[in-house]
DNA sequence: ACTATATTTCGCTAATTGCCTAAATAACAA
DNA sequence: TTGTTATTTAGGCAATTAGCGAAATATAGT
């Protein structure tokens, strides 16, 4: 759940997955709402999967990043956890 | 709200806001919870008042710490925006 | 085999982070 | 004022991060 957070910790990869909240993209799709190099984009999409935000799947040349829901919702419990409150003590 | 983010990057720093969620508490009171040396904890404290993840208070000589709510759940419906999705859409 | 496209890996640098010990500051009591 | 306790600031160091351009890899088409 640390590799989450961390992952969490930087715009652009909040943003990637807020893109990917909408659909499946592929890396060159992603690569065009940003104005970052795409190497340092690669190394971002690279945290987001090992954080297992997202999954990757290749379709010939290009490879299509999708949302991994059920780590998110893992990490919005986690969160609640921490925020959260409402309620459940003891 | 990027603050917020980088905040909660930190395992030392989530723990923390988690023994806050009980009750507030002195600096010296959250450290006896940690192994790492005060001033290392001291820098923790100052990102996450930085982020306004929490307020301070003097009393005496000991500073109580103690969670800033309303960011706490702004920070959470930031993470929904993200994660949130809850089944309901189509 | 060669070319083109999509994406990642490599090698580098600058900036930031997290940790420490030692020193400084703040409040209070004697 | 001196001493004591609580906490932060300063200074330094090793590790990590985020960025870039150049090169490497993978796939498909000709």
Redesign the interface.
């Known amino acids: 759940m ?1 590799k989450v ?2 992952a ?2 930087h ?1 652009v990869r ?1 943003e990637i ?2 893109l990917l ?1 909408k659909r499946a993209m592929s890396a060159g799709e992603l690569a065009q709402h940003f104005t970052i190099a795409k190497p340092t984009l690669s190394g971002h999409f690279s945290v987001l999967k090992n954080a297992d935000l997202v999954t990757t799947e290749r379709n010939g040349t290009t490879i299509i990043y999708r949302l991994n ?1 059920s780590v ?2 893992e ?2 419990a986690a ?7 409402k309620g459940k003590e003891r």
């Open positions: 640390n957070f961390e969490l910790a715009p909040r997955l807020k909240r829901m998110m919702e990490a919005l969160f609640m956890a921490l925020a959260g409150a």
